[in-house]
């Protein structure tokens, strides 16, 4: 119970870390070997970003489950990534629009052209003619945390259950038509879900994964990399600046306007 009670105020914004404390407790040869680690490991974090990258822009072929315990490192300094239980594709079109969608993100255009890719990618919202509640979608799922600490949220978490009470998504883009009633279903989920702050988030993620929407474990992948950077005091992490130089490629290979 005491474990619950820390990871719901965790998830509210509501805890503390002192770290001070916490540093009192490490040698001094300690705390240099942990800075050491971190630093190491936040090099990895950059690289599994481009990795992924490559995956999904150039390939249009990705892990949609590259959490840690998946990245291992080798002995001989490299990565080794295991469990592809979750590859998921991209056709050419998928591609582009995505591309798009992240490059508008990366080069901070404004919200109505940022809107714009996300509704030619799929997505929808109930008042659909909302461009700045699309752009926040645009950036939870696909760039970074920062923006709801902007706002006034403690967490994203917060921040996308804002969004969904005052312009909830109606409409997540789907792998193919057979699948429409998986997502009609849902983003009903979505709407009828108990109000607890930090469970839509979790929730949508979930409820999505079981649909088997690519387009979702491409934004689930997008949160396990700010996750891992901000374990590791990377500072915000934004993936559509990681993502930009590939997407660019997409966008000279299959821009045909």
Request: hydrophobic share 40%.
């Amino acid at each position: 119970l005491f474990i619950k009670q820390q990871q719901d105020l965790m998830l509210l914004g509501k805890t503390a870390s002192d770290t001070l404390l916490m540093l009192q407790k490490f040698s001094i040869r300690a705390i240099l070997r942990m800075t050491k680690l971190q630093r190491r490991y936040q090099r990895f974090v950059r690289l599994l970003l481009g990795v992924h990258g490559h995956q999904i822009f150039v390939n249009g072929f990705f892990n949609g489950d590259p959490h840690p315990g998946n990245c291992l490192e080798i002995k001989d300094g490299r990565l080794g990534l295991i469990d592809f239980g979750q590859v998921r594709s991209l056709n050419d079109d998928e591609r582009l629009g995505l591309a798009r969608i992240i490059c508008a993100i990366a080069q901070d255009k404004s919200a109505a052209e940022v809107a714009q890719c996300m509704r030619e990618f799929g997505f929808q919202t109930k008042d659909n003619t909302d461009d700045v509640i699309m752009k926040g979608y645009a950036t939870i799922f696909f760039d970074s945390d920062f923006q709801a600490k902007k706002l006034g949220f403690a967490t994203p978490q917060l921040w996308f259950a804002d969004m969904m009470s005052r312009n909830p998504l109606i409409n997540i883009p789907e792998d193919s038509s057979k699948s429409r009633r998986s997502n009609r279903s849902c983003c009903t989920s979505l709407l009828t879900m108990s109000p607890v702050p930090f469970r839509p988030l979790f929730s949508f993620v979930v409820a999505c994964a079981f649909a088997h929407k690519t387009k979702v474990f491409i934004a689930r992948t997008s949160f396990l990399f700010r996750g891992m950077g901000k374990g590791l005091r990377m500072g915000p992490i934004r993936t559509s600046l990681f993502w930009e130089p590939h997407a660019m490629k997409a966008i000279k290979e299959l821009d045909t306007t």
